[in-house]
């Protein structure tokens, strides 16, 4: 009788075990990052960006450091800033998802380089430019990512907030050749793309998400 208990609880625990291992790497697989991207690079901070195909808590793992989601949410839409680093240095670094870490996106490329930028000579006037982003049904697109992408400059980032409102501050962008082009990406919420000119930063013409 006990033999015959045992043996049921060996077959029990190795059917949990499995089913545990397998859920497990398939988190795992729908955690790994997509779009990396490299936005906000000064001489003391820098952002990483990216998609995960399922909802995850993001972070990034750099220098014995673990830094989590700006928004701290889980969300399909991961942006993490770094802060307090050291000018033109480069960085060794993971990005994170649930319990693993990751040195290759979803399709098996390696992650981007990081690097900071030299100690800024001279402080630029602020050039304010704001907008909003709505999605597909209408609403409010809230903790997506919008891009900015100047042609000649580093590309530059923000979240939106809970009423779907953004701003940036250009200034960092110089006299950078107009237009811009804006991109939002919202995850499962879907992506949306266009110019932007200088005449028309505040606000900027809002965007609606569009679904896949």
Do not use: C
Not at 163 to 185: A, H, I, K, M, R
């Amino acid at each position: 009788m006990r033999k015959f208990f045992w043996l049921i609880f060996a077959l029990v625990l190795i059917s949990f075990l499995g089913t545990f291992f397998v859920l497990l790497i398939s988190f795992a697989r729908e955690a790994k990052p997509e779009n990396v991207k490299v936005t906000n690079i000064t001489d003391q901070s820098l952002t990483l960006s990216w998609t995960t195909a399922k909802p995850t808590l993001g972070f990034v793992r750099f220098s014995g450091k673990k830094v989590f989601d700006d928004h701290l949410r889980v969300s399909t839409v991961h942006h993490v800033t770094l802060k307090n680093l050291k000018p033109q240095t480069s960085y060794y670094y993971r990005l994170g998802g649930g319990f693993r870490l990751f040195k290759f996106d979803k399709e098996g490329k390696s992650l981007p380089n990081i690097k900071t930028a030299p100690v800024l000579e001279k402080i630029s006037q602020p050039r304010p430019a704001y907008g909003k982003v709505l999605t597909s049904e209408g609403k409010p697109a809230a903790r997506v990512i919008v891009y900015l992408s100047p042609s000649s400059s580093s590309l530059i980032s923000t979240l939106t907030n809970d009423q779907g409102n953004y701003s940036f501050d250009l200034s960092s962008l110089g006299t950078t050749p107009e237009p811009f082009l804006l991109e939002v990406e919202g995850g499962t919420l879907g992506k949306v793309k266009g110019p932007v000119f200088g005449d028309r930063l505040q606000p900027i013409k809002v965007f609606v998400l569009e679904k896949p």
